[in-house]
T-cell receptor
Framework: GAVVSQHPSWVICKSGTSVKIECRSLDFQATTMFWYRQFPKQSLMLMATSNEGSKATYEQGVEKDKFLINHASLTLSTLTVTSAHPEDSSFYIC???????????FGPGTRLTVT | GNSVTQMEGPVTLSEEAFLTINCTYTATGYPSLFWYVQYPGEGLQLLLKATKADDKGSNKGFEATYRKETTSFHLEKGSVQVSDSAVYFCALSAGGTSYGKLTFGQGTILTVHP
């Protein structure tokens, strides 16, 4: 079956530093990937839509300069949290949409803790 | 805007009990509806879906029917197993410029005891 990986699975960083999270589709091509944020005991909130070769589209209220998204290839999208602060601590989940039949597959998530 | 409301959890059942997790939605147009499941330590997996009114999605003994008149998509299973313990998310995907974007409910934790 289709597999989406995320790296790292968890990361701890100091306030003010930047962190990069990778999302890869391992056995299919994904023109579109989505980035979600999940707070404890809450739902997933869509942050942005990442399209290969073009700029990401951000949801209302999401700072594009803080959450930099790059989708440089059909199998890789990255989310960089710049100048991280404790309030950015969360669970970040990506999904990738298979270009051949538009099914979405989710990664296992990345736990970010900013100290 | 679009929204999804799920019944509050957690839900605790004994093995072989009947399961219902309620889900209602608000959306413009005719969205597609989904149930996703998240097992401990794993990513979300699509459990079932329905793309138009009166469609019934089914998988692994789970069922849900797209009810436009009540804007609902309740998840049911006649006899749950311990292995069904997971978090269940109801979601919708609207068309147009929102195509592919998923709006999720808050998730319902299900625990099944032997």
């Amino acid at each position: 079956g289709a597999v989406v990986s995320q790296h790292p699975s968890w990361v701890i960083c100091k306030s003010g530093t930047s962190v990069k999270i990778e999302c890869r589709s391992l056995d299919f091509q994904a023109t579109t990937m989505f980035w979600y944020r999940q707070f404890p005991k809450q739902s997933l909130m869509l942050m942005a839509t990442s399209n290969e070769g073009s700029k990401a589209t951000y949801e209302q209220g999401v700072e594009k300069d803080k959450f930099l998204i790059n989708h440089a290839s059909l199998t890789l999208s990255t989310l960089t949290v710049t100048s991280a602060h404790p309030e950015d601590s969360s669970f970040y989940i990506c999904s990738a949409r298979d270009s051949s039949h538009y099914e979405q597959y989710f990664g296992p998530g990345t736990r970010l803790t900013v100290t | 805007g679009n929204s999804v409301t799920q019944m509050e959890g957690p839900v605790t059942l004994s093995e072989e009990a009947f399961l219902t997790i309620n889900c209602t939605y608000t959306a413009t147009g005719y969205p597609s509806l989904f149930w996703y499941v998240q097992y401990p330590g794993e990513g979300l997996q699509l459990l079932l879906k329905a793309t138009k009114a009166d469609d019934k999605g089914s998988n692994k003994g789970f069922e849900a029917t797209y009810r436009k008149e009540t804007t609902s998509f309740h998840l049911e299973k006649g006899s749950v197993q311990v292995s069904d313990s997971a978090v269940y998310f109801c979601a919708l995907s609207a068309g147009g410029t929102s195509y592919g974007k998923l709006t999720f409910g808050q998730g319902t934790i299900l625990t099944v005891h032997p």
